[in-house]
């Protein structure tokens, strides 16, 4: 195995476990006598060892500013079974947290840092796992994980891999990004025809997931991310508890998650927004899948302040919910310019005493940023707001305490006078 070797004091962030190895704190690269290459190859198994030669971990090789994912401290080696023991301590975890119910089988199996797989993301629908890696050395071991996942996951008979927007793109990548990794149903292991992707196509048009006893359809094919956004499952049971009696209006609805449980909440009326024509076509039927006879839900394909521009007074409750405004440093001033804009639309529109559920998904944001941005806005329409609750990603999106960048959900309810 290749050694990465420290520069001196290069490994304090590692003896605190910070699961990063940046490219800045390398001294040299010792390559095996036997090593076929001239360099690391992106995605293999490293060793890294501090200035001295003493052992810090072991982890995965990639090229860039981060340039190894450490997977275990203190070891130069991992055990055969390495996913198999993970998954099941992640598992474990969400059996703990109750989130594995009859009336909730949607929740995240790994989310990356905060379960000790930097790299991995899992998400759970049903009896499906949608697994996308974010390092070339986790695609290189897809096949390893979506067998460690059926054999943990009781309950998981498919396994679906869903990384074209999530790999390196620069990076050379061996397989499909794309595919079914295991289909009990469907396909054999490995196949990518054509014909096959069609007919997988049309064989998830039914796929339901349950929430908190609600139904929602699940496109993992077609949708964003891994087919639905679970990290907002705990904030909309807290709006479901302020629905009651409102007029609501979800705007960025996607497949209308907020828009179900305020309906379920007891909401006078919802309305939802999004530019996708296929986002409201999701909201419409998880809408009637939940409630058939409902009247007083209706969903818009229009563009954000297009629609905001002209709804002043109209609502008690307004969610703004947009997608990343900032996906890397260089946007954050671009970003919090955005945030600023759109809050103070939601505020000055708002009802007297109306309540603004407001997010922020920018992992380069901070939540002083975004609350900054916020607090902005109001001032600039020149209304009073208090915090009622600031909000977070839920427990199945656990943050490890050595990788505070894994915190990426920032949000806040507030009361507009």
Known sequence: MTTIILKPKKDE???RFHPWVFSGAIQKIVLDKDYPFAEPQEGEFVKIADFNGKTLGVGHYQIGSIAVRV???????????FFEQRLRAAYLVR????LIREDNNTYRLVHGEGDFLPGLVIDIYADTAVVQAHSVGMHRHRQQIAKAIVHVVPEVKNVYYKSDDTLPFKAPIEGDKTGYLINSKLLPIGTTTLNSKLSTLNSIEDFWATENGLDFRIDWLRGQKTGFFIDQRENRSLLERYAQGKDVL???????GFSVYALRGGAKSVDSVDVSEK???LVNKNVERNFPLLTTHHAYAQEAFEYLAGCKDK???II???PAFAK???????ALRGYQRLNAKGIEQLRPGGILFTFSCSQAIDKEMFRLAVFSAAAQVGRKVRILHQLHQPQDHPINIFHPEGEYLKGLVLQVE
Not at 71 to 81: E, H, N, V, W
Not at 95 to 98: A, E, F, R, S
């Open 320 to 322: 703004l919910d947009p």
């Open 13 to 15: 962030a590692i003896l």
């Open 328 to 334: 890397h440093r260089d946007a954050i001033k671009n």
């Open 279 to 281: 986002a409201i076509e």
């Open 315 to 317: 609502y008690d409750l």
């Open 71 to 81: 997977l275990a401290f203190g070891t130069d080696s991992l055990p055969a079974d």
């Open 250 to 256: 979800n705007m960025f609805c996607y497949t209308g």
């Open 95 to 98: 059996k703990q947290l109750n």
